[in-house]
């Protein structure tokens, strides 16, 4: 049974930094690309960063890229979102994700809100 589990998410003021992780089980995390997501009430999820199997290979949103960074560790089992200079644009819940054969499984999600 596939299980994405997070943590970490809270309340900041615009500068500081959070960093989220997910724990996932259920299947071989280095066989998939990660994605992190956010969803502010009323809106789509967006993408905000993705990384490939191996690591070796990250994307990011356009308004986050240079701030966030994704990483992973296969070893564990989990993926993280290091969030560095957060805005208040930044304010969401934010889901990791990944997409398997089957379908598509999306961690409960977490709230960030960052305070002007």
């Known amino acids: 049974q596939v299980q994405l589990v997070e943590s970490g998410g809270g309340l900041v003021q615009a500068g500081g930094s959070l960093r989220h992780a997910c724990g996932a089980s259920?299947?071989?995390?280095?066989?998939?690309?990660m994605r992190w997501y956010r969803q502010v009430p009323g809106k789509e999820h967006e993408e905000v960063a993705l990384?490939?199997?191996?690591?070796?290979?990250?994307d990011y949103r356009r308004c986050v890229k240079g701030r966030f960074i994704i990483s992973r560790d296969n070893a564990v089992n989990t993926v993280y979102l290091q969030m560095n200079d957060l805005k208040a644009e930044d304010t969401a819940v934010y889901f990791c994700h990944v997409r398997t054969i089957i379908q598509n499984y999306w961690g409960q999600g977490t709230q960030v809100t960052v305070s002007s």
């Open positions: 259920g299947f071989t995390l280095s066989n998939y690309v």
């Open positions: 990384i490939s199997g191996d690591g070796g290979s990250t």
